[in-house]
């Protein structure tokens, strides 16, 4: 079991087109199961995850976030919210940690089930976290992290080797 | 394959208390393999790794950050710090998904190899931030994300169940 956990870290790949085929409620929820997961500071869990499956709404999503490929045959677009009223009170913005490792999450599990997925950032960037807001009619205290679609692959994008030994320093930087 | 990287993901614990015993160089290396195995906004890898092995350092982020658990018998504490020179110049905050990502991968990695390691977070607490770079001596635009204490587990944590169903919401919140 090992092996095939971290050979599934080291092999996962973004990908960014897919056949338009549906994924099943199966694996949605093994998806979902998967981000609930993470680990959260304090174990404050402060997500909410947004599904959309829509066809209007990629396509909408598509329109307003060319870059998030919702519109390249994704058969759902998963979006990590952070729910900043089950956050640290005093350290609200703990919530970008906890989501951003569930969704990493979702990464690692779409790959390991064969569906393909890519991260596309909304927050920090204000601009597109308040339209993605407006578009999906979220509360203030809802704030999207990213958009993930997830699909069956069209394309096997090239695994990147992106080790660097200069980017570790023992002790000392 | 498919099956046990997502078992990996579903059993992964914080583990908080450690043998003593040292890890390998080479499972330090997957590990941080691993790490830079994530993906990052735009491609960037603004990234860097502290590994603090050294004992009387061990000690002394256990003292300024008990919650650390560097003191429990930690091999190693692995510290993800954020590059900012190699952030996305117009948005350079969002190196904070990108450390999260590869800190998750540390812990997932982890788990897979029987190792035992747990997230304690630092940024964005400005104050264990910026004491955190003082005590290692970083300069300002590396700035630490959490600190990841490594070993050979002493505890076997109980693992939570996190499913919500009702954190899930279709097309619309």
Redesign the interface.
Known sequence: ??????????T?V?VRHFTGEKISDEQLE?L???A????S?M?K?P????????ED?LMRLDEEFPYSRCGNGAAVAIIPCGNLQRAIST?P??W??DL??A???I???A????LGA??T?V???PERAQKLQEL????AH?VP??IVPVGIPAEQPEI?D???AD???????
């Open positions: 079991m090992q092996k095939s956990a971290i050979d599934n870290i080291m996962r973004s093994q979902l199961r998967c609930m997961a993470a680990p500071a174990n869990q997500w909410e995850f947004l599904v959309v499956s829509d709404m350290m913005d703990f970008v940690n951003s490792a969704t990493e999450n990464l690692l599990a790959h390991a089930m064969g890519v991260w950032g927050h920090p960037n999906l009619g979220l509360p809802i992290l990213c990147k992106k080790w660097d980017r570790i320093h023992y002790n000392a930087f």
